[in-house]
């Protein structure tokens, strides 16, 4: 009788250790989640990312209008850019679509759309309405129509 009570008592704590470390592992899984939504948030791209870019080429504007600047630093490959002025391309990124026909069509307006879970957005800087920007980041937001 003691082997068989040793044996349920052992299968007890076996069971008592397996829920315990799952319960754990999901509320660390949780407090992981939470941060990482916390520091990226859903509109990261809209409201974090775009706007220091934007920032940064305010700022090399001049730059970019006498010549002197050929490229620009993009650190994330999932952000798209293309800068025109005078409504002639400029600038772009390496992965930036090359559709001629979608480009000239989204190109047209100055709104903000997402189409295909990319979200779409223009710039045009006050100081210099020639300078056009077109971003294109992942839309995380649902469209809404």
């Not at 409504?87 to 709104?111: A, W, Y």
Request: charged fraction near 20%.
């Amino acid at each position: 009788m003691k082997n068989n009570y040793s044996l349920k008592r052992s299968f007890n704590l076996l069971v008592i250790k397996v829920v315990t470390s799952t319960a754990i592992s999901l509320v660390i899984i949780l407090i992981f989640w939470l941060i990482w939504i916390s520091v990226f948030p859903r509109n990261y791209y809209d409201k974090v990312y775009s706007k220091s870019f934007l920032n940064s080429i305010e700022k090399e504007i001049p730059d970019l209008l006498s010549g002197k600047i050929n490229d620009v630093q993009n650190k994330d490959s999932k952000f798209q850019y293309l800068i025109t002025i005078d409504g002639e391309r400029q600038i772009k990124s390496d992965n930036f679509p090359n559709d001629e026909m979608k480009l000239n069509v989204t190109f047209s307006g100055t709104h903000t759309f997402v189409e295909n879970n990319e979200m779409y957005s223009f710039k045009v800087f006050n100081q210099y309405p020639t300078v056009k920007i077109l971003m294109i980041y992942p839309a995380f937001q649902l469209e809404i129509r």
